[in-house]
């Protein structure tokens, strides 16, 4: 079951002191409302009893997934993070009948989107490196087409059974992903994806452009 906490939250509205439960834990298997929920953006929400004002939470979150063999821990500020990386290198070491599977995957993000974007990618039993290099590619091509595009942030979505990049910023837009190109890449760079360090449990931009400069990394654009 999910880690429920409840916690008493004021207005920024109305000043109303408003009882809210927050999820330090979050099952995705076993708390399929909350998965939902999280997949839609509307976990972290509130409506507030006094003015109805909807308000937005933020907190620290683990996120299981056991069917995939992945934790993913959202922190938010540098505290949490160490707590999440001392906590991952626990569960790393346990030992005997508490052992974790040696093929778990551990993450840490520092942003409720990265959050459900690597609930999502889990969920489907994809690669994030792979993907993640996926996106580096898609935006740099859109910022060739459009130099003056300024982007904010690139996710993953689903739409009508189809995998696809949102690129939000001055010109917001969106591509559809190749899964032939998931499958090349993951062909042509599985040594330098396996070899590229992750950093703090994080595999993001900076983490993909480190796997497209490793000396291992032989690669022209897969067509499909």
């Known amino acids: 079951m999910a880690k429920e906490v409840t916690i008493k939250i004021k207005c920024a509205e109305c000043e109303h ?54 934790v993913v821990h959202y922190v938010t500020n540098p505290d949490s993070l160490k707590k999440a990386k001392e906590a991952i290198e626990t569960m790393k070491n346990l030992e005997g009948e508490n052992a974790m599977p040696k093929d778990y995957t551990y993450r840490i993000v520092n942003s409720q989107n ?53 690129i939000l ?11 032939v190109k998931y499958d090349e890449i993951r062909r042509k760079l599985g040594d330098a994806i396996e070899d590229t360090e992750i950093r703090n449990y994080a595999v993001d931009v900076d983490w993909s452009i480190r796997a497209l400069q490793n000396p291992l990394a032989k690669f022209d654009n897969p067509q499909g």
């Open 17 to 70: 002191e408003n009882e809210v439960t927050i999820y330090a834990g979050l099952n995705a298997q076993v708390d399929t409302e909350k998965y939902v929920e999280l997949l839609n953006g509307t976990l972290f929400n509130f409506d507030c009893a006094g003015c109805g004002k909807k308000g937005h939470l933020n907190y620290d979150m683990i996120y299981h997934d056991i069917v995939h063999r992945a």
């Open 114 to 166: 990265a959050l459900r974007e690597k609930a999502l990618l889990f969920n489907y039993g994809l690669d994030d490196r792979v993907m993640e290099i996926l996106k580096g590619l898609s935006v740099s091509g859109a910022k060739k087409e459009h130099p003056d595009l300024q982007i904010v942030e690139a996710l993953y979505l689903t739409a009508h059974g189809k995998w696809m990049i949102q």
């Open 169 to 179: 910023g001055n010109k917001p837009m969106s591509a559809e992903v190749s899964m």
